[in-house]
């Protein structure tokens, strides 16, 4: 049994790929972990707010110091965090948008990097504090970037991986729904995506 945590960040709602991917993963790993619960997170429809100077100073003051309205400006960074910690296994839906995620799932990311709780700092670099997690990356994209011409500009996995690897989240199998722009690839793309998907 897993606690499933599923981060949903397309603005394309019912017909969204990185969507239906991410369903088809988390039911195979209901189908390998019977009894597997799932908190679902749609990140447009939450609208985190970029971060800025009160978020900021509030993540560095210690919490016995913390204000009223700092409190309030880090409540749902705190509740995302706790979200984070709860679940043995993420699958992370993350569409290509000009190159990169969309800006929802960036902003998640924003709001639980947290230095002390999610990762620390030692002499030899960050330290992750989110350990023992298994991700799953559902991507999807109108080119093809895991390999041919469009691997040079393959951003999206490997920017992930290294930020999930800093918070100490190392193990990430990635899944793309790919090319589905492109004709005589998008007709097989999802079918393909879906063939490729391993849960361990
Ligand atoms: C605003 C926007 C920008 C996009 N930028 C890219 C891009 O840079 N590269 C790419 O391969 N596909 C791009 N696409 C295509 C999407 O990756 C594709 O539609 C994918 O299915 C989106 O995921 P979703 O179906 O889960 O929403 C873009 C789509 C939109 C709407």
């Given at each position: ?19 239906k ?133 393959d951003?999206?996995a ?20 790919e ?22």
């Open positions: 049994m897993k606690n499933i945590l599923h981060l949903k960040s397309s603005i394309q709602g019912a017909a969204s790929y990185s969507i991917l991410g369903n088809a993963i988390v039911e195979r790993i209901q189908d390998k972990y019977p009894g597997s619960r799932v908190d679902e997170l749609d990140l447009v429809a939450m609208d985190i707010p970029h971060l800025n100077p009160l978020v900021l100073q509030s993540f560095f003051t210690p919490a016995d110091q913390l204000t009223g309205e700092q409190k309030e400006a880090i409540h749902l960074s705190d509740t995302l965090v706790k979200q984070l910690f709860a679940a043995d296994v993420i699958v992370i839906g993350a569409p290509l948008i000009n190159f990169t995620i969309h800006s929802s799932l960036k902003a998640w990311i924003d709001h639980i990097t947290r230095a002390g709780i999610t990762f620390g700092y030692s002499a030899t670099g960050p330290i992750g504090l989110v350990n023992g997690k298994k991700i799953y990356i559902a991507m999807s994209s109108g080119g093809v970037y895991s390999e041919g011409p469009g691997a040079a500009n951003f999206v490997p920017y992930l991986k290294a930020f999930l690897g800093i918070l100490g989240m190392t193990d990430v199998s990635v899944f793309r729904a090319g589905l722009k492109v004709p005589g690839i998008k007709e097989v793309a999802m079918e393909r995506a879906l063939e490729s998907i391993e849960i361990d």
